[in-house]
């Protein structure tokens, strides 16, 4: 006889876990940003927004997301793609593309600290190239600009390798018949992946997206290892405000923002890709 309550059983070891681990500390963290000597108040809110960081922490995470994911998207669907249509070779090249998940957000950052910093590899090869005559330092607070861009080139290196192999595990899922189809009615290479893969690849597009946009917001350890305090970012103020400021509140009210621009951009992620019902996953 078939059990009604499997399904709710099964079910249950998750739901614990999610309580335990997200929905409880959620509650405790709210609080604590809504709250002071045990009365709601946006006080914590108030602090945090008239601070002169919050607002460039704010604007320079957006444009890191704005500037990373897209390029990453870019990259990783070519890279799929690539890796797809490999007869040979295919499990040694993916893996080698894949090599950054193993290393750890501030060990990516140091590994590109030792290319830009003043007596890094870039500095020693342009100074044996003759294109400068003594180091530069391209990490210093006037060259914002340079910071921006190694933490760019950092960020795309050590997280690429997650959008791709969401994007390899759903381009094989799509059937071979609709490519071998495409290719009997003369179809171009352009044509099939706009019109097959594109279409197909919308559920596995839309994780590894959330999964990728959601990390964004929540970048640290490259930008101090690149950047310290000369480019903030929200996850950088609310690591500040927690430990060097001891303040738990207003880095409570940090974390709510962060949270809060991570749903919405998540909504509208999954409402751009929305996948019917009934879609491959």
């Known amino acids: 006889m078939e059990n009604k309550h499997l399904p709710y059983m099964l079910l249950l070891p998750a739901t ?3 309580c335990v681990f997200f929905i409880y500390p959620f509650t405790l963290v709210a609080w604590e940003a809504f709250s ?3 009365a709601f108040t946006m006080e914590h809110f108030q602090t945090m927004t008239s601070n002169w960081k919050f607002e460039i922490s704010f604007w320079n995470t957006l444009l890191l997301a704005a500037a990373v994911v897209p390029i990453q998207l870019a990259l990783s669907l ?4 690539m890796v797809s249509k490999m007869q040979k070779g295919r499990d040694i090249v993916l893996y080698i593309w894949t090599i950054p998940l193993g290393i750890s957000d501030l060990a990516a950052g140091i590994i590109w ?3 830009f910093d003043q007596s890094g590899y870039l500095n020693s090869m342009l100074y044996g190239l ?7 330092n391209f990490l210093s607070y006037q060259n914002k600009s340079t910071i921006f861009i190694a933490i760019v080139l950092a960020e795309i290196w050590r997280a690429t390798a997650i959008m791709l192999v969401i994007l390899v595990a759903g381009i094989g899922l799509i059937p071979k ?3 071998e189809a495409a290719e009997v009615f003369g179809a171009s290479n352009w044509k099939r992946f706009t019109k097959i893969t594109l279409p ?3 559920p596995s597009l839309q994780t590894a997206l959330v999964l990728r946009v959601i990390l964004a917001f ?4 490259v930008v101090a290892a690149l950047g310290g305090t000369n480019f903030p970012v929200l996850m950088g103020e609310t690591y500040n405000w927690q430990f060097e400021l001891q303040d738990g509140n207003v880095a409570a009210a940090y974390a709510l923002v962060i949270l809060a621009i991570s749903i919405v951009f998540t909504l509208v992620i999954l409402r751009v890709l929305r996948v019917p019902k009934g879609a491959q996953v």
């Open 130 to 136: 003759g294109v400068i005559d003594q180091p530069e």
């Open 36 to 38: 002071k000597d045990g």
């Open 200 to 202: 197909m690849l919308k």
């Open 78 to 81: 070519l890279m799929a793609t």
């Open 16 to 18: 614990i876990f999610l």
């Open 177 to 179: 018949e609709y490519y």
């Open 113 to 115: 600290l030792a290319i």
């Open 218 to 221: 929540e970048v640290f350890a």
